[in-house]
């Protein structure tokens, strides 16, 4: 942790495409059990950021600290253990593993974890009744709806009480109720595991659900109450 209480910290992050700048000097900060909402336009850098604080993609200048870590200087190996043992992941579409079931693609961060298959599964149930999705434990993901297989992942994304999630359009493929429903499960999960949450959103309904939110303008992140 950092001075300030900051659990994740990038200052000054650069990162570019071949000639395309993605991120232009970015700084972002998440304190413990907080919902961050990353806001701005297309191409803006928001997905770039997240992958860079979620140790998926280096940055070619700045820092990145995790709870007192800097993450680029990890090995590869180090990055996919704290990946597998700090964070969890929600993506806009085909995160689940087809073949598996709800049940068994929700364990899985568990049994990755080392978890024996009873007990991981045992926790699994717990978080798809709590997402109010264990009736569709046995389907695999071609079987159930996009709303229902968001909740599946969402139980996923915490089976493990990560300590942050990080979320890149999670309800971009949902009708506006069933999106605002993945939302209120998400935000009320995380917040009673203290678990942050990074959530990149371009729809302010959405960013509504969160503590605090920032912009990003060309590869740059600010607060949104300096943007305004
Ligand atoms: N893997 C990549 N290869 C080449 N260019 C990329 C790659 N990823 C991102 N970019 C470019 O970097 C810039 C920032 O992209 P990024 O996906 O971070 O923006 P975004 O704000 O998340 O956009 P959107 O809201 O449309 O998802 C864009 O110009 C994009 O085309």
Redesign the pocket.
Known sequence: MTPDGSLLVAQDLHKT??S?P?LDGASFSVHPGEVVAVM??????????LHCLAGIVTPDAGTITYAGREISSMSDAQRSALRRSDFGFVFQFGQLVPELTCLENTALPLRLNGVRRKAAERTAREWLERLEVDDIAAQRPGEVSGGQGQRVAVARALVASPKVVFAD?PTGALDSLNGERVMELLTESARSANTAVVL?T?EARVAAYSDRDIV?RD?RARDLEYVV
């Open positions: 495409y071949g395309t993605a701005g336009p297309s191409g803006s850098g928001k997905s770039t950021l359009e990149v371009h990003v590869g």
